[in-house]
Nanobody, 123 residues
Framework: GGQLVESGGALVQPGGSLRLSCVGS????????MGWFRQAPGKEREEVAC????????KYSDSVVGRFAISRDNDKNTVYLEMNSLEVEDTAIYYC????????????????WGPGTQVAVSS
């Protein structure tokens, strides 16, 4: 089996930037699409971004497009989420997950969630 562990969450002021990392082990995550999701207090988990297995294609939710950027380094079995112009509404626990296929098809394809990392945007 494989494991995913997120890191990089922190308390940041509105307008600030943060980079999250997701490190995989025990599985060749470079064979799969990868995604970032988040869950704010009292809300359902929502999709954030997806990246295809070799990084050729990315996909973003409307709420983060233009502000967030997903990338990956398959040699390090790692996926990143660069977050810029952070807003209070971005406050959530951020999770990474593995897709079932090589491409970004359906958000419902993702699973094998990491434990998450907390991002808090506040002044």
């Amino acid at each position: 089996g494989g494991q995913l562990v997120e890191s990089g969450g922190a308390l940041v002021q509105p307008g600030g930037s943060l980079r999250l990392s997701c490190v995989g082990s025990g599985l060749r995550y470079g064979d799969y699409s990868m995604g970032w999701f988040r869950q704010a207090p009292g809300k359902e988990r929502e999709e954030v971004a997806c990246i295809s297995w070799l990084g050729q294609t990315t996909k973003y939710s409307d709420s983060v497009v233009g502000r967030f950027a997903i990338s990956r380094d398959n040699d390090k079995n790692t996926v990143y989420l660069e977050m810029n112009s952070l807003e209070v509404e971005d406050t959530a626990i951020y999770y990474c997950a593995k897709g079932q296929w090589t491409g970004c098809r359906s958000w419902s394809d993702f699973g094998d969630w990491g434990p998450g990392t907390q991002v808090a945007v506040s002044s």
